[in-house]
């Protein structure tokens, strides 16, 4: 009606003069505004953090339509929380869920109005860019960074503080399989995304994946064939420790190794813990694991031995399965008797969980025995599983390893530096000793060592290694804290 209001008053003026011409200027406008034509706008689609999965399905098939249509380009970003269940185990559920609806709202901040955001499972966001004539795999790159910085900041949870790291895959329409016209679709392109972001998770946290076609030969964690295919692995020894440097906050110099099963696969290369050991689990070869991983880890104690380094003793991480086994403690005293190794050189490491939860004689028995025998009994991942002072005693617990969440960020804020505070008190006042996961910058390496926390482990001490790299990574390190600091000369 609008843009018919010229032609009505060029012709109310022709035919009854500027009168009429004043009338229907004024008055057709005054008309719509107040039937509300005026003031209604086109509706936009809700800001529903839990949009459901069909909702962005539409949305980005609709996306990948309109891009073929107009020769343009559109992409997907998968971002998964890594450690959501300790971070949902802490804070609870209906907490987390605040927290997620916060962080949509903080990726949002950082897209354009035309791309969409949302939450498609419990722990992964998905973002689907609007059609746009260029982006290429930089572009793509550089905000998959803005979209981990905004989730990765510093958030506020009930008075404390939470900091979490995300994963990434993403995907571009164009880099489909054959990326034809008939093979750009939504499912196509979100599945592609998801295959990335399994990608990256395999070798996180915070890692970045782009989608590339070889992927699509990888197969999932779980099928059939994964199955058949670790165990396979299990037998043939492409299953090994990698072994990662434990570091004294005194000395500096190495207190222990942890053994970490890693498979090395003759095609795809490293494959982590995260893909492989659901499938172990799936075919019951957890217990077998623990042997091949045991076996391993007394054998490279004698070699760190016969090559003159110092290594006082090497963690190993047993599973429920394995603690089960009432023959437990004779399988290990055997062992050590083997290698002709004292049992304190071994570390029995157990999560908490199983501390926190397991209601199993026999686990008992088996963690008390391995203690009377004399092996450490160290309490993995400390303060997720809410493990009570009196199972930790009940467990004869040595050593806790306090997780990653409490570690993050440590030297900058003040309440990570009072919580790890809390954990060394009570850990001083029970005469247990204490190991920090995780530690990744020199800045949390220097706060827990004011702290008081005795040992630190993570990226930023080592990254886990094959046992052949073992001996010229702990040689290099001893030189290092034996060599003096160079001392500049003063300028006059």
Known sequence: MLAFLPALALGGFWLGGEGILIIVALGVPLCLAASGVLTRT?????????????????????????????????GCILLGLDDYIALRDRFGADTCDALMSQLTDRLRSVLRSRDIVCRIEESVFAVCIAPVRQL?????????????????????????????????????D?????????ERTGPALLNSATIALAEARRHGPSATRAFSREMHNLPGPCDAAMVREAAQALENGQIQPWFQPQVCTDTGRVSGFEALARWQHPTRGLITPAEFLPALQQGSRMERLGEVMLYNALAALKSWDLAGIDVPHVGVNFCPEELRNPNLVKK????????????????????????????????VRNIAGLSRLGCQIDLDDFGTGHASISSIRRFAVQRLKIDRSFVMKVDHDPEQQRMVSAILTMAEQLGLATLAEGVETSGEHAMLAQLGCGHVQGYGIGRPMPLDQTVEWTRTHLAKLQTPPPIGRRIS
């Open 136 to 172: 290429d795999l930089g572009n793509m790159l550089h905000m998959a960074g803005r979209l981990q910085s905004a989730l990765e900041d510093p958030i506020a949870i009930d008075d404390a503080t939470a900091y979490v790291t995300a994963s990434i895959g993403l995907a571009m």
């Open 42 to 74: 086109a509706s936009a689609p809700p800001a529903d953090s839990r949009m459901a999965e069909d909702g962005f399905d539409r949305a980005i098939n609709q996306a990948v339509r309109v891009a073929v249509q107009t020769s343009r380009r559109t």
């Open 174 to 182: 164009t880099g489909l399989q054959g990326a034809s016209t008939q």
């Open 332 to 363: 290990i005293e055997w062992e050590l008797d083997r290698f002709d190794l004292s049992p304190d050189r071994l570390a029995i490491e157990i999560l908490e969980t199983v501390v926190a939860s397991s209601p199993d004689d026999t686990v």
